[in-house]
């Protein structure tokens, strides 16, 4: 074990055996001549970022990399760990896409571990971190640059055509480069509503679909974000209105109700019917069917409100007694103007309108049976609308 045992100078330690290996003329001074990296694996990395306003995000990655090389004394297995720094800006490409683009990246490098040989021989080298800084951003910043494109291409989506049902379609359209602060990314997208024929549903209704477009609104700026909140959706009103306008316009909101179709209401007969208006109960004293035809002619309008919005919705409702044969004889015809509420949510990435009847007001258009007071008739009609009509809007 002495001087010139196993562990001195010319043993195993010294100057040529793993020493001689590890110094001068070893392999410091060879790890400059690397070849063959290759990227193996790398971690689940922990993100962070910041927005940087008018320019993107400041993007932060923490990863270990397990990187594999050839060096003059044989394979070198690299396990280093890293933090890779990233200055992204947000664009548009020429086809009106946003897009992410990497305009600088830097890796800063942690802990490195080297095994020589497949594992036989640990080493630790400064001059080989020395290497890695230089080569690793060409070997790492291609995958931030690859995640980005991914990320660009989920981006890109908000330019859209999107089925609306059977009915028609909704196309969106980025108006402008995204807007960032220091706090938020704002996306202002512009849409349009078609019908499934061709064509596109015109806001306000009767306008000929060849006259110019009104000229544009500035979006007004969304209110504060609550800190409970990740992020925020506006709608405007011409929007919704061309939506609902779409529906209208195909039938969508037209219903036909027979006796029994609905187990929570009660039975549709004259007899129902009877027990709140006398005159129907005296015209048909034996019980008959009833036939409930609910039609909306006119486009539906929509206002907006704090956290809500008021759809105001008229519509006919024609009541008609089924004699035999199935031939109909019209009892009512009944104007039918109301309030629904509208919540808004977004749930498994899709914009859900949730409806509700607010209030009902009934007038008397025409009667078979005389006049009464239609307002006998709100509870029913209410409860017609909760149970039926809503569900199927929504």
Do not use: W
Not at 21 to 45: A, H, I, N
Not at 101 to 127: A, Q
């Amino acid at each position: 074990l002495g001087g010139g045992g196993l562990l001195g100078p010319s043993g195993l330690l010294g100057g040529g055996g793993v020493l001689g290996v590890l110094g001068e003329g070893g392999l410091l001074s060879t790890v400059q001549g690397l070849t063959g990296l290759r990227l193996v694996e790398l971690t689940l990395p922990r993100v962070s970022l910041r927005l940087l306003p008018g320019v993107g995000v400041h993007l932060n990655l923490y990863t270990r990399a397990a990187i594999s090389a050839k060096s003059l004394l044989g394979f070198l297995d690299i396990a280093v760990e890293v933090n890779i720094t990233s200055r992204v800006r947000l664009t548009m490409d020429g086809t009106g896409y946003p897009r992410l683009l990497l305009e600088r990246c830097d890796t800063l490098l942690g802990s490195i571990k080297v095994r020589l040989l497949r594992g036989l021989l640990p080493i630790v080298d400064n001059l080989l971190a020395s290497v890695l800084n230089r080569v690793l951003p060409s070997l790492l910043c291609p995958v931030v640059d690859v995640a980005l494109g991914l990320v660009s291409d989920q981006l890109g989506l908000v330019n859209s055509l999107v089925p609306l049902g059977l009915l028609g379609s909704i196309q969106y359209t980025l108006s402008s480069l995204p807007l960032v602060t220091g706090q938020f990314l704002e996306v202002d997208l512009n849409t349009a509503v078609g019908r499934v024929a061709g064509g596109l549903v015109d806001y306000p209704l009767g306008r000929p679909e060849a006259a110019p477009p009104p000229p544009k609104v500035p979006v007004p700026p969304l209110p504060p974000m609550p800190d409970t909140s990740s992020s925020q959706l506006g709608l405007s009103v011409n929007f919704l209105s061309s939506v609902m306008s779409a529906l209208q316009k195909q039938g969508a909101l037209d219903l036909t109700i027979s006796s029994g179709m609905f187990p929570e209401l009660p039975p549709l007969t004259t007899s129902t019917l009877g027990a709140l208006i006398p005159a129907v109960f005296k015209t048909y004293p034996e019980s008959h069917e009833l036939l409930l035809k609910i039609a909306v002619p006119e486009a539906p309008v929509v206002t907006l409100k704090k956290n809500r919005g008021v759809i105001q919705l008229t519509a006919t409702a024609e009541l008609a007694v089924v004699h035999p044969n199935d031939v109909l004889k019209s009892l009512c015809l009944l104007n039918v103007d109301t309030a629904l509420l509208a919540q808004f949510s977004v749930e498994d990435q899709k914009l859900k309108i949730s409806v509700s009847l607010e209030k009902t007001e009934l007038s008397l258009v025409s009667s078979s049976v005389g006049d009464f007071d239609p307002s006998l008739l709100e509870m029913l009609v209410g409860k017609i609308f909760d149970v039926a009509f809503l569900p199927a809007m929504n």
